[in-house]
């Protein structure tokens, strides 16, 4: 079957046609493609088409698609079963794993999803500090958890709707947005609130905007305040923990939060969640604690294989020093091809994520990342998907380099995007 005969038939069954928003090309345009198999950094869809991913399931795959460690570890843990609602020994080697690598964290909780860790997170500080108020920062997207989609990025960003329908606002009202990379209002909303204030979770470097990178200074201050008001500091890195470097985003800032939330990576490709922390805080959790948290599928035995597989893999020496390599090789040579056709366009990297904005300057918080030109990313993009290069089909979308991406593939790139680049340039031309 084709692409467009499966989004059809899609959509008479599941809400969009699409079970995650930002899939159904809704930002760009068009219909989504259908993908059949990955190997290493390529998609095929239905049609046999093949592509270079930069999306890579949005983040865990780091190794690239279906890397044969990851696949016999999996292959491994199924011929034993694939659930048993019970302990097991993978899921206490996969703890062992988060405690050592992110010194932060001293216990940590298994879930299954990204929101899922943040949700619990949340209400796990609500219980410790006996608060109700939380600040997020917009843009920052942590989950579909009704307190957290107040003013939150990508997917909402994406449709226009910064808030999601179905919210109460009593729980809205808990929640105070603030800008990203402000000091000033974190200072003035404490000043105000201290308090009364649970805890600040943020993404220390932002995702679901585009790429945004904190001021250093940024960071400290949450962490200075947090300790100074007695809230708790949660660093959502379910998509930095173990991309940026191999201790996540905490690491390379220094800062050390109270309170991590994991997703991606730690599953290899599978669905798993985790969210970690100080031992005093931890142990608040139901069973030792009064704050309930439970799961059918946590620590699930198979997505726990993939997770040790992918951890063990990413601890080579000079694997991030690579990474990072090849994500600042094509934000270069996308530079210089827009460069070359007048095409307002910048672009930064760090670790293994890369952002590409359609304007002179990097964005530093959502206001100005929602300056770029979103017309003429979507030109960008399916110029680029019609050469086979598959990028995030949403303008405030990060992109993934990965261990599979070869010099060669991202030449590749560079060279269609001189033909993408000279697309937008003509369009805009004869406008």
């Given at each position: 079957?084709?692409?467009?005969?499966?989004?059809?038939?899609?959509?008479?069954?599941?809400?969009?046609?699409?079970?995650?928003?930002?899939?159904?090309?809704?930002?760009?345009?068009?219909?989504?493609?259908?993908?059949?198999?990955?190997?290493?950094?390529?998609i095929?869809?239905?049609?046999?088409?093949?592509?270079?991913?930069?999306?890579?399931?949005?983040?865990?795959?780091?190794?690239?698609?279906?890397?044969?460690?990851?696949?016999?570890?999996?292959l491994?843990?199924?011929?034993?079963?694939?659930?048993?609602g019970?302990?097991?020994?993978?899921?206490?080697?996969?703890?062992?794993?988060?405690?050592?690598?992110?010194?932060?964290?001293?216990?940590?909780?298994?879930?299954?999803?990204?929101?899922e860790?943040?949700?619990?997170?949340?209400?796990?500080?609500?219980?410790y500090?006996?608060?109700?108020?939380?600040?997020k920062?917009?843009?920052?997207?942590?989950?579909?958890?009704?307190?957290?989609?107040?003013?939150?990025?990508?997917?909402?960003?994406?449709?226009?709707?910064?808030?999601?329908?179905g919210?109460?606002?009593?729980?809205a009202?808990?929640?105070?947005?603030?800008?990203?990379?402000?000091?000033?209002a974190?200072?003035?909303?404490?000043n105000?609130?201290?308090?009364?204030?649970?805890?600040?979770i943020?993404e220390p470097?932002?995702?679901?905007?585009?790429?945004?990178?904190?001021?250093?200074?940024?960071?400290q201050?949450?962490?200075?305040?947090?300790?100074?008001?007695?809230?708790?500091?949660?660093?959502?890195e379910?998509?930095t923990?173990?991309?940026?470097?191999?201790?996540?985003?905490?690491?390379?800032?220094?800062i050390?939060?109270?309170?991590?939330?994991?997703?991606?990576?730690?599953?290899?490709?599978?669905?798993?969640?985790?969210?970690?922390?100080?031992?005093?805080?931890?142990k608040n959790?139901?069973?030792?604690?009064?704050?309930?948290?439970?799961?059918?599928?946590?620590?699930n035995?198979v997505?726990?294989?993939?997770?040790?597989?992918?951890?063990?893999?990413?601890?080579?020496?000079?694997?991030?020093?690579?990474?990072h390599?090849?994500?600042?090789?094509?934000?270069?040579?996308?530079?210089?091809?827009?460069?070359?056709?007048?095409v307002?366009?910048?672009?930064?990297?760090?670790?293994?994520?890369?952002?590409l904005?359609?304007?002179?300057?990097?964005?530093?918080?959502?206001?100005?990342?929602?300056?770029?030109?979103?017309?003429?990313?979507?030109?960008?993009?399916?110029?680029?998907?019609?050469?086979?290069?598959?990028?995030?089909?949403?303008?405030?979308?990060?992109?993934f380099?990965?261990?599979?991406?070869?010099?060669?593939?991202?030449?590749?790139?560079?060279?269609?995007?001189e033909?993408?680049?000279?697309?937008?340039?003509?369009?805009?031309?004869?406008?």
């Amino acid at each position: 079957m084709t692409n467009q005969e499966l989004f059809n038939q899609s959509r008479h069954l599941i809400p969009g046609g699409v079970n995650s928003p930002v899939r159904a090309f809704g930002a760009v345009g068009g219909n989504p493609i259908f993908i059949e198999r990955g190997d290493g950094c390529k998609i095929i869809d239905v049609e046999g088409n093949s592509y270079i991913d930069y999306v890579g399931s949005w983040g865990p795959l780091i190794l690239g698609h279906n890397d044969p460690d990851v696949r016999i570890a999996v292959l491994n843990a199924i011929n034993k079963g694939l659930s048993f609602g019970t302990p097991t020994e993978g899921e206490l080697r996969l703890a062992e794993e988060i405690c050592r690598l992110i010194p932060s964290v001293e216990m940590v909780r298994l879930v299954s999803s990204g929101t899922e860790a943040t949700m619990s997170a949340i209400r796990l500080a609500r219980a410790y500090t006996k608060r109700d108020l939380i600040i997020k920062f917009e843009g920052c997207y942590h989950g579909h958890a009704d307190s957290l989609l107040v003013k939150s990025g990508s997917g909402a960003l994406t449709f226009g709707q910064p808030t999601s329908a179905g919210v109460p606002k009593s729980i809205a009202q808990l929640t105070l947005p603030l800008p990203y990379n402000n000091i000033d209002a974190v200072i003035s909303t404490f000043n105000a609130y201290g308090n009364d204030i649970a805890a600040i979770i943020v993404e220390p470097i932002a995702g679901n905007m585009n790429l945004v990178i904190p001021d250093p200074q940024f960071l400290q201050t949450l962490r200075n305040l947090s300790t100074q008001y007695g809230s708790i500091l949660i660093f959502d890195e379910v998509m930095t923990g173990f991309r940026v470097a191999l201790g996540g985003a905490q690491y390379k800032f220094g800062i050390k939060p109270d309170l991590t939330t994991l997703g991606k990576i730690i599953g290899g490709g599978l669905p798993v969640g985790a969210f970690g922390g100080r031992s005093d805080i931890m142990k608040n959790l139901a069973p030792e604690g009064s704050v309930y948290q439970a799961g059918t599928l946590s620590g699930n035995p198979v997505a726990v294989a993939a997770g040790l597989a992918t951890l063990g893999k990413i601890q080579s020496p000079g694997f991030y020093e690579k990474l990072h390599t090849k994500a600042e090789l094509l934000i270069h040579g996308l530079i210089d091809a827009a460069s070359v056709y007048g095409v307002p366009f910048s672009a930064q990297s760090v670790g293994g994520m890369f952002g590409l904005y359609f304007r002179e300057e990097i964005p530093t918080c959502l206001e100005e990342a929602k300056t770029a030109d979103s017309i003429a990313f979507n030109r960008f993009f399916h110029a680029m998907l019609s050469h086979n290069v598959y990028l995030a089909p949403s303008a405030y979308e990060a992109g993934f380099m990965s261990a599979a991406h070869t010099e060669n593939d991202i030449k590749t790139t560079i060279e269609k995007s001189e033909l993408a680049f000279s697309t937008i340039n003509h369009t805009s031309a004869k406008e």
